[in-house]
């Protein structure tokens, strides 16, 4: 039997392998487990022109329909991909700029991959929430990516 894949993963190294930076400049990626979150320091990491991307498992869902001596699975991985741009008090504007291009990479990176993304049948762009979080000085947003299989016989 094969490892079960592990959804994340899967996003995350397609982000570090399909990263065009005649687009827009990589930043630093990370997977949540990689970083003690909750003590993670934004402030400490971001300053202007330093990024974060973080990219996590959201939220995970099964389902199983019997057919006959059948049984199909359908599954469904949301993976959350966090974005934090550090600006400088003059460049407000260009921070928020940059949030945007780093979604815009991401969404590419996305729609080129999707149904390139073995064990899953499918990847789905599915939006884009953005924040300000001036107190800090740093732009943030979060996309969602849906991997998806659906009619898959279970063992």
């Known amino acids: 039997m094969s490892p079960e894949a592990i959804p994340c993963n899967i996003f995350y190294d397609l982000l570090n392998s399909d990263w065009d930076e005649s687009n827009v400049t990589k930043p630093t990626i990370y997977k949540r487990e990689e970083v003690e979150f909750e003590k993670f320091d934004l402030s400490g990491v971001l ?3 330093t990024d974060v991307v973080i990219v996590y498992l959201d939220v995970m869902g099964e389902s199983d329909l019997q057919r006959g001596n059948w049984t199909y699975k359908d599954v469904k ?4 991909i966090e974005i934090h741009v ?3 008090v003059d460049d407000f504007s260009a921070g ?5 291009n780093l979604m815009a990479e ?3 990176i996305a729609y080129a991959n999707i149904h390139d993304v073995s064990p899953f ?3 789905r ?6 924040m300000m979080e001036s107190e800090f000085g740093v732009w943030s947003g979060t996309c ?3 991997l998806e299989s659906s009619g898959v016989v279970a063992q």
Not at 77 to 80: D, E, Q, T
Not at 96 to 100: E, K, P, V
């Open 77 to 80: 991985a949301v993976i959350a």
């Open 47 to 49: 300053g202007v022109g």
């Open 106 to 108: 991401i969404r590419r």
């Open 144 to 146: 969602r990516i849906n």
């Open 121 to 123: 049948h499918l990847l």
């Open 125 to 130: 762009y599915t939006g884009f929430v953005p």
């Open 86 to 88: 550090g600006y400088g």
């Open 96 to 100: 928020q700029q940059r949030l945007y």
